[in-house]
């Protein structure tokens, strides 16, 4: 079983920063791209930012230049450092990782979810 952990949400107010964590765990046998999205009230899920197994990342252009996609393939760990965060950035944020679980070597991977953590901006 696989599993993904986030961390790291919060209140904060305009111009601070927060950084997300997302810990995966369980029977993992290779974990591919890792990404973050986010859901506001009454909006679809978006993503935020992704990063490949090998560094690449990807980024909305809502938050190029504020946000930091980056991860710990030694801890299975991805992280998310917000700055100069802004009210439209309050969302519920979401891990999400393509993982190969153990007995499966081939293809892409599954996709797992997090359960979520609120980041609320205030003004």
């Known amino acids: 079983q696989v599993q993904l952990v986030e961390s790291g949400g919060g209140l904060v107010q305009a111009g601070g920063s927060l950084r997300l964590s997302c810990a995966a765990s369980?029977?993992?046998?290779?974990?591919?791209?890792m990404g973050w999205y986010r859901q506001a009230p009454g909006k679809q899920r978006e993503l935020v930012a992704a990063?490949?197994?090998?560094?690449?990342?990807n980024y909305a252009d809502s938050v190029k230049g504020r946000f930091t996609i980056s991860r710990d393939n030694a801890k299975n760990t991805a992280y998310l450092q917000m700055n100069s965060l802004k009210p439209e950035d309050t969302a519920v944020y979401y891990c999400?990782?393509?993982?190969?679980?153990?007995?499966?070597?081939?293809?892409?991977?599954?996709?797992?979810w997090g359960q979520g953590t609120q980041v609320t901006v205030s003004s």
């Open positions: 999400n990782a393509k993982i190969l679980p153990i007995g499966v070597t081939r293809g892409n991977g599954y996709n797992y």
């Open positions: 369980g029977s993992i046998f290779k974990i591919n791209a």
């Open positions: 990063i490949t197994s090998g560094g690449i990342t």
